[in-house]
């Protein structure tokens, strides 16, 4: 069975541009969950999308949002990029409830933002 | 407020030594516990996790976890450290109050010598 992908695996964008990262779960995965990953914060939680809906929000701005296909497949995207936005940007899917089952983490969106 | 702490920003061991990478965490309600391992370049894989019941959990690779409620403790031990094993370990945090996002923790740099 295929694991989470995701892409592109690079990015770099210059300041106030858009971003949109994209991440398809193992199949049969109805949630996914989105992390950022910097050096200086760690791993934080972005959002989590089950059956299209969002179910849980992570203390982000606006900025940050996604969204959840009707085939489980999700996309973040980032508005008016800052340079702060650089980070490694992780996907993960799970069956279900992503607490109680294990989430399996994609190999991440790395964002360079100049 | 929940919080994770994983006192050891780096650890140096030996090959064939032993390994015992702590995790503590700060939550109102009963937590489930997850270590995961990042290698570089790499997504998160997860090595184990508690939910309920005996409180040491075998994991993949010869590792295993003991959680420990009175001291809010899910300490990380492996009795012999191999090369291979040389990674990034992050301890996380879910609870059903939390949408069962993971709060992780910063995270411990492992170096094997030889």
């Known amino acids: 069975k295929a694991g989470v992908t995701q892409t592109p695996r690079y990015l770099i964008k210059t300041r106030g541009q858009q971003v949109t990262l994209s991440c398809s779960p193992i199949s049969g995965h109805r949630s996914v969950s989105w992390y950022q990953q910097t050096p200086g914060q760690g791993l934080q939680f972005l959002f989590e999308?089950?059956?299209?809906?969002?179910?849980n929000k992570g203390n982000f701005p606006g900025r940050f949002s996604g969204r959840q296909f009707s085939n489980s497949r999700s996309e973040m995207n980032v508005s008016t990029l800052e340079l702060g936005d650089s980070a490694l940007y992780l996907c993960?899917?799970?069956?279900?409830?992503?607490?109680?089952?294990?989430?399996?983490f994609g190999p991440g969106t790395r964002l360079t933002v100049l | 407020a929940q919080s994770v702490t994983q006192p050891d920003i780096h650890i140096t061991v030996s090959e064939g030594a032993s390994l015992e990478l702590r995790c503590n965490y700060s939550y109102g309600a009963t937590p489930y516990l997850f270590w995961y391992v990042q290698s570089p370049g790499q997504g998160l894989q997860l090595l184990l996790k508690y939910f309920s019941g005996d409180t040491l959990v075998q994991g993949i690779k010869g590792f295993e976890a003991e959680f420990k409620r009175s001291q809010s403790s899910f300490n990380l031990r492996k009795p012999s450290v191999h090369w291979s094993d040389a990674a990034e370990y992050f301890c996380a945090v879910g609870a059903a109050n939390s949408g069962y996002a993971l709060n992780f923790g910063k995270g411990t740099s492992l170096l094997v010598t030889p």
């Open positions: 999308y089950f059956s299209e809906t969002q179910r």
């Open positions: 993960a899917s799970s069956l279900a409830d992503p607490g109680y089952n294990e989430q399996f």
